[in-house]
């Protein structure tokens, strides 16, 4: 993983009104990453694509076939990591995110992109240490919810339920985390889960998609699977594209090591991935 220099970053003495982030807590892929984000944003604000969802089916259909990589946030600190070259499947949503927010917002500049990262993957829209990022998805939702990011819509599917789980899967394991081996950060995010103790959320069984639900979920909503895992409450993110009454997962794929769209429908990919039980759908507010 490639790190400008702090001098060289500096040169780019505009960026430090936009981010909350300093410029020397930028960390690229590499020097071309900003000029690609660029061409990405140019190309979103000539599509004539208008509205959120819209916006998000574009990009995603822009990066099918990058490369799937997991762990590139990761590090000896926190950086706020700008890497569109490689994606898992919550860099992949997140850099969606972004893309969509700066074209919205009428911009075309990576600096207004990483502003955007940073506001929809750190807490409060602000890089800190390793606990300020938003590891759990139902905490990714609950901040960009409060902060007007986002809307969660499974409650209005027909057929959605409310299930409570206690949400501590990172504490649990905490040897699966180099970063919480410091103690200090350990009760830090251990102190944030104690937010998410019986935690109420909605879901839509995956068994129960079917034509009449799919009326309500539209393609570039972005998707959750919900995971019967112990302590966790998400595995796996993605976003529909839907296609008539049949909806499909597009998402960074693990098997299939890149961004890609499924083939067969969504409730067939879920029934094939044994540890979703479920889905909660979420859309990027205009």
């Known amino acids: 993983m490639k790190r400008y220099t702090i001098a060289l970053i500096m040169t780019i003495c505009s960026t430090a009104a936009l981010l909350a982030a300093a410029p020397q807590d930028l960390r690229f892929h590499c020097e071309s990453d900003t000029a690609k984000i660029n061409e990405l944003l140019t190309k979103g604000s000539k599509s004539g694509k208008q ?22 946030l990761e590090g000896e600190r926190e950086w706020l990591t700008i890497n569109i070259d490689q994606l898992d499947c919550t860099t992949f949503v997140e850099t969606l ?5 700066t ?30 990022r938003l590891h ?28 409570v789980k206690t949400i501590d899967y990172m504490s649990r394991h905490r040897d699966s985390y180099p970063q919480l081996a410091d103690s200090a950060m350990f009760a830090k995010v251990k102190n944030f889960e ?27 909503d972005i998707v959750a699977l919900v995971t019967k895992t112990e302590g966790l409450d998400v595995s796996h993110m993605g976003i529909i594209i839907k296609s008539g009454d049949k909806l499909h997962l597009l998402h960074a794929s693990s098997t299939d090591k890149k961004v890609t769209l499924e083939k067969d429908e969504l409730k067939e990919t879920l029934r094939r991935i044994r540890s979703c ?5 979420i859309r990027i507010i205009e």
């Open 51 to 72: 509205s959120p969802n819209a916006l998000v089916e574009f990009y995603a259909n822009e990066l099918l076939g990058t490369p799937y990589v997991a762990h590139t």
């Open 97 to 101: 995110y972004a893309l969509t927010r």
């Open 103 to 132: 074209t919205l917002d009428g911009r075309t500049s990576w600096r207004d992109y990483a502003r955007n990262l940073e506001s929809v993957r750190y807490r409060d829209g602000l890089l800190g240490d390793y606990s300020s």
């Open 136 to 163: 759990y998805i139902s905490d990714w939702i609950a901040n960009n919810s409060h902060r007007g990011n986002i809307r969660e819509i499974t409650s209005e599917i027909d057929g959605a339920r409310y299930d």
């Open 194 to 220: 104690i937010g998410y103790r019986m935690h109420r959320y909605p879901y839509l069984k995956k068994e129960w998609l079917d034509a009449k639900k799919a009326k309500t979920i539209k393609s570039g």
């Open 277 to 281: 039980t479920a889905i909660r759908v």
